[in-house]
């Protein structure tokens, strides 16, 4: 079973536009001495797509070294049968799959492709279910027969916040199935619901708050999870005011954790002003 926090590692870039592998190394050693169960490497906040082949490798060599030498666990985002094979050779926990975007198969076709994927990888798979990016909805009962599938382990739950099919799934959740948050405003109601911790970009900031969130609801300690569910939750509002992970990277720069905030096309750089609310929600959080 998956729990805890699991943080996906943005891509920071230098002033010649190359990856910043000295400064993902510091990110990876940080979050996870604050606590993080775990990293996720190559996912969407980690701009995948606009990284050439051989940085997508320097990437996962790099995190996965981290992740051995700290005992830490690794989801690699993952599609594709060569993909799932880098993530098995590099010892990965599981590997964060997409539930099939643009396309939109229907459930039946989901659950056709997950059954295939996770027959031949030769690692577990966490679906990731994000249907505003996907355009492909997954209903409770969906969700409940990939979790009955051999090999596969879990969901990151991102459907837009919590919905009925949220309630639903969390009422009689699949056992040793995790379901991690994945919308990070909505964390704290996913824990109350009886989630099992959450993969959030928004905890590169305040990783250690975070972890006291879910901590806090796994103890039953309501007094804490009063006092950080709504400053967290503000702080991922701020965070997520543009484009994934722009803001963030934005913040880092400002605390002189990467050497620039920059992007790659077809995202831009974050605004002044909501950098600057978002490091104001940082700096009151501590």
């Given at each position: 079973?998956l ?6 590692l ?5 002033r010649?536009d190359?990856?910043a592998?000295d400064a ?6 940080q ?8 990293l996720?490497?190559?996912?969407t906040?980690g701009?995948?797509?606009a ?9 996962l060599?790099l995190t ?12 690699i985002g ?8 880098d ?9 964060l799959?997409?539930?099939p975007p643009?396309l ?5 076709g989901v ?10 990888s030769p690692?577990p798979?966490?679906?990731y279910d ?7 909805h997954l209903?409770a ?14 969901v990151?739950h991102a459907?837009?916040g ?7 799934l969390l009422?009689?959740?699949?056992a ?10 909505f964390?704290?109601p996913l ?6 911790g959450?993969?959030l970009?928004?905890a590169?900031?305040?990783t ?9 609801w ?10 950080l ?8 509002r ?7 992970p722009?803001?963030?990277?934005g913040?880092?720069?400002?605390q ?9 096309l ?5 605004s002044a ?8 929600r ?5």
């Open positions: 079973m729990t805890g926090l699991f943080v996906p943005i891509t920071p870039f230098d010649e190359r990856v592998l993902v190394e510091a990110l990876a050693d979050v996870l001495a604050d606590g993080a169960t775990g996720v490497a190559l996912g906040t701009e995948p797509g990284l050439t082949p051989a940085e997508q490798r320097a990437v060599n996965a070294r981290v992740c051995h030498e700290r005992g830490a666990q690794l989801l993952a599609n594709s049968p060569e993909a799932l094979r993530a098995a050779g590099r010892g990965a926990t599981a590997a799959t997409l539930v643009f939109r198969p229907g459930e039946e659950v056709a492709y997950f059954t295939k994927v996770a027959a031949e690692v798979l966490v679906v994000i249907p505003y990016r996907t355009g492909q209903s009962a969906t969700l409940r027969r990939l979790a009955a599938l051999p090999n596969v382990i879990g990151k459907p837009g919590v919905t009925d099919d949220t309630v639903d009422a009689d959740p699949p040793g199935f995790a379901v991690l948050g994945g919308e990070d405003a964390l704290s824990l109350a619901l009886g989630g099992h959450g993969i970009a928004s590169h900031v305040a250690s708050r975070f972890v006291e969130l879910i901590e806090a796994e103890k039953g300690d309501l007094t804490a999870v009063r006092a569910t709504g400053p967290l939750g503000a702080l991922s701020a965070l997520f005011a543009e484009p994934n722009t803001v963030i990277k913040v880092l720069h400002a002189g954790r990467i050497p620039t905030a920059e992007v790659r077809p995202l831009l750089p974050a002003a909501h950098v600057e609310e978002a490091v104001r940082a700096t009151a959080l501590g």
